[in-house]
């Protein structure tokens, strides 16, 4: 079965614009993760959506940061005005719901930001 | 503050050779562990998950252990291929705020032939 996809794999920015960052979890997952992977670091959470509740969003590093999940489904993450220090690999996650349940990772999408 | 500390950071081994990977954690209170397998440019896969009353869960060759007493788990790997060789992610949840896992910084495991 299809597992989480994300788009693009490779994003290269200049400085200052904006992107977004798509992520299609397994389908039925309630929970929904975004991570950001800094190169040779680990994990860095950034926010989490479960079924219709408001979304932690305490591990967004900044106002720039935002994310939004669509009729329970889709989620983007978009980065204003990006910064060099956003270059990192930005993984999804979707799980059938928190706690005990496994996250199921996408591939992730690495960007750049020049 | 919940912490998770792995160790070592990197490991050299040969092929064939079993090793144990440590992970040590802080989170309270505790729900559950996770050990997830993250290959170069993949996202990582989960390899096994403990609760509180569970001491030890294998996963093919791969063996997880838990001492919830002392907030350590291992990661046994036996016979190790070189296909093991990737980072190996610690990763611990809070019953009180399942949704948000600590992550640890993981060990960087290369198998040489």
């Known amino acids: 079965g299809a597992g989480v996809s994300q788009s693009p794999s490779n994003k290269v920015t200049e400085k200052g614009k904006d992107v977004e960052l798509r992520c299609d979890p397994i389908?039925?997952?309630?929970?929904l993760y975004w991570y950001r992977q800094s190169l040779g670091q680990g994990l860095e959470f950034l926010i989490y959506f479960q079924g219709n509740s408001a979304p932690d969003k305490s591990g967004l590093p900044s106002d720039r940061f935002s994310a939004e999940r669509t009729g329970g489904s889709v989620s983007t993450l978009t980065i204003q005005r990006t910064q060099q220090e956003d270059s990192a690999v930005y993984l999804c996650?979707?799980?059938?719901?928190?706690?005990?349940?496994?996250?199921?990772f996408g591939p992730g999408t690495r960007l750049t930001v020049t | 503050k919940n912490q998770v500390e792995q160790s070592p950071q990197s490991l050299i081994i040969l092929e064939g050779k079993n090793c144990t990977l440590q992970?040590?954690?802080?989170?309270?209170?505790?729900?559950?562990l996770r050990w997830y397998k993250q290959d170069t440019g993949r996202g990582p896969v989960s390899l096994t998950i403990m609760t509180f009353s569970e001491n030890t869960k294998s996963n093919g060759r791969y063996t997880a252990t838990l001492d919830a007493d002392t907030k350590q788990s291992s990661l046994h790997i036996t016979a190790s291929q070189l296909s093991d060789s990737a980072s190996y992610i610690c990763v611990v949840s809070a019953r009180n705020n399942a949704g948000k896992s600590t992550f640890g910084d993981g060990t960087t495991l290369t198998v040489k032939p």
């Open positions: 992970c040590n954690y802080t989170v309270s209170p505790f729900s559950n």
């Open positions: 996650a979707s799980s059938p719901g928190t706690g005990r349940h496994e996250q199921y």
């Open positions: 389908s039925g997952h309630t929970a």
